[in-house]
């Protein structure tokens, strides 16, 4: 099914097609399902262009659907703020069109490369080629590590064994008596492997032979087979690249998505951020949080980094002494406290506002110091 088309103007089409919500009588639901209750397509590329990502969205309830799950653009995968400008104005008028929205955590499947952000801590890309890429270059230990088993089995005379690759772990025939394995008879054979081949003249009777070996793991699994990222692949029983692969998808995703109405005002860098040597670690218009300061920890910058902050949609006097005279309003305890520290008679006086002394802005552990007016948005602010 191709785009919707209608002769209806823009305005009265986006109000005709947004989803109904769940708070309805059940016939009503069964009826009209909510979002909730409907198909979710999975769309990879939101559309860059805002007109095409409106068009995206009424053509996607136009044939039923409840919205979508749906990821950052692969491009750059996580790394680009212009695409998660892109993807943020993308999931915001879904939202405001009443979809239901998933996220897809991977760039792919199956989830934990990150397109190799996890353990090369750099996108690298898909591997087209024969064979098992190159190991992580980085975290080379947190790659996904299998237990490989060859065996024959002999009554006695010549056995050729070929070795799987990897450390070598065993490699052993032992006796079998009434269709068991007499582990006390085990005969030790890894002397006798050359160029990952084992060649053993046994003894008469029945003989089970094993080479075990530990190697990473990669051929004959998902990843291997995988239609989008052929990457080396984590290991899963262990803490330390689930813990980075959430660092790098989920966290990031969180520290862009949260609250988006608040993010409207959120700390965001005012020019690149450098290090002494020119090198990029943020780039004008990032926000500034976890994500970001991971990449400035460890640097000495071109200039200190509180002269590349700006508000976005700070709120500006008149509109603080407002909010400031709501929250007195509506909590009279508060009013106490205020007259105390001599607030009350500043809450309509906007100007009164520009003349505090020193303020401290705390953003995810991290505080700066300076001298605009108090600023009320996320994080926390105090005097």
């Known amino acids: 099914m191709g785009p919707a088309l209608s002769l ?68 750059q995968y ?6 998660w400008e892109q993807f943020l104005r993308a999931v915001t008028e879904a939202k405001k069109a009443g979809m239901a ?6 760039r792919g499947y199956p989830s934990g490369v990150a397109g190799g952000l996890t353990m090369d801590d750099k996108l690298l890309p898909q591997w087209r080629q024969e064979g098992i890429p190159p190991a992580p270059s980085v975290h080379p230990e947190w790659e ?9 089995r002999t ?13 070598v772990i065993l ?17 030790e054979l890894s002397s006798l492997v050359h160029d990952g081949e084992l060649e053993w003249n046994a003894p008469a009777g029945e003989w089970h032979v094993m080479a075990v070996t530990e190697g990473r793991l990669y051929e004959g699994t998902h990843a291997a087979v995988s239609l989008c990222d052929k990457l080396p692949y984590i290991n899963l029983l262990m803490p330390e690249p689930t ?27 005012s020019d690149d951020v450098r290090n002494q040597f020119g090198v990029l670690l943020l780039a004008r218009g990032a926000p500034l949080g976890r994500f970001a300061f991971g990449r400035m920890r460890g640097h000495r910058l071109n200039r200190p980094v509180d002269e590349a902050l700006a508000m976005r949609r700070c709120l500006d006097n008149g509109a603080l002494a407002s909010r400031l005279r709501e929250l007195l309003d509506c909590a009279p305890d508060l009013q106490h406290i205020a007259v105390a520290a001599g607030l009350a008679r500043h809450a309509g006086d906007s100007d009164a506002l520009t003349r505090q002394k020193r303020r401290c802005c705390f953003l995810d552990g991290a505080h700066y110091t300076h001298s605009s007016p108090i600023i009320v948005g996320q994080g926390r602010a105090r005097q």
Request: contains cysteine.
């Open 144 to 152: 996904a590590q299998g237990r490989f088993i060859a065996d024959a």
């Open 8 to 75: 209806l103007p823009v305005g009265v089409l986006s109000e005709m097609s947004k989803l109904p919500g769940p708070d309805r009588p059940f016939a009503e639901r069964f009826q009209t399902p909510p979002a909730q209750a409907r198909i979710l397509p999975i769309i990879h590329p939101w559309p860059d262009n805002p007109d095409a990502q409106d068009s995206k969205i009424l053509t996607l309830i136009s044939q039923g659907f409840g919205g979508v799950a749906c990821n950052v653009s692969f491009d």
């Open 155 to 167: 009554t006695g005379g010549e056995v050729s064994l070929e070795v799987p690759p990897g450390n």
């Open 78 to 83: 996580t790394e680009s703020q212009e695409h």
């Open 101 to 106: 929205l998933w996220l897809y955590d991977e």
């Open 243 to 269: 813990k980075r692969f959430l660092e790098v998808t989920h966290d990031r995703y969180a520290e862009h998505l949260a609250d988006i109405s608040v993010r409207r005002r959120m700390v965001i860098a």
């Open 171 to 187: 490699v052993a025939a032992y006796p079998v008596e009434d269709g068991q394995l007499r582990m006390d008879g085990a005969v």
